[in-house]
């Protein structure tokens, strides 16, 4: 059984710094596109960060510069550094995979197989 599951969601004040991590089990992420999606109260999943399973990584414009997506293939653990969080950064966060061995990773939600359950972030200003 595939599970993803998500965890390092927290409050924290603008400016601030949390690190998301998503432990996958039931299957080898290493061989998966892995991305992050955020939804907030109202509004669409949209998606945030992506990574290929030959490690090439693509963010939102949104977030470019201030997020950082990455994985340990040895843990099996997808992860998103996320700095200088602002008031329009809080959502729940979701990790998604789908097996696909290639350099590139979609930005689409429909493209992801797996998904999370979410971990709550939340900015205060």
């Known amino acids: 059984q595939v599970q993803l599951v ?6 924290v004040q603008a400016g601030g710094s949390l ?10 992420s290493s ?9 907030a109260a109202g509004n669409q999943r ?8 030959y490690g090439s990584t693509i963010h939102a414009d949104s977030v470019k510069g201030r997020f950082t997506i990455s994985r340990d ?11 200088s969080l602002k008031p329009e950064d809080p959502a729940m966060y979701y990790c998604a995979a789908r097996p696909s061995r290639t350099s ?18 939340t900015v205060s200003s």
């Open 6 to 11: 998500e965890s390092g969601g927290g409050s």
């Open 19 to 28: 690190r998301l991590a998503c432990a996958a089990s039931g299957y080898t």
């Open 31 to 39: 061989t998966s596109n892995m991305a992050w999606f955020r939804q």
């Open 46 to 53: 949209e998606w945030v960060s992506c990574i290929s399973s």
């Open 73 to 83: 293939n040895t843990k099996n653990t997808l992860y998103l550094q996320m700095n």
């Open 104 to 121: 590139y990773c979609a930005t689409g939600e429909d493209s992801y197989v797996y998904w999370g359950q979410g971990t709550q972030v």
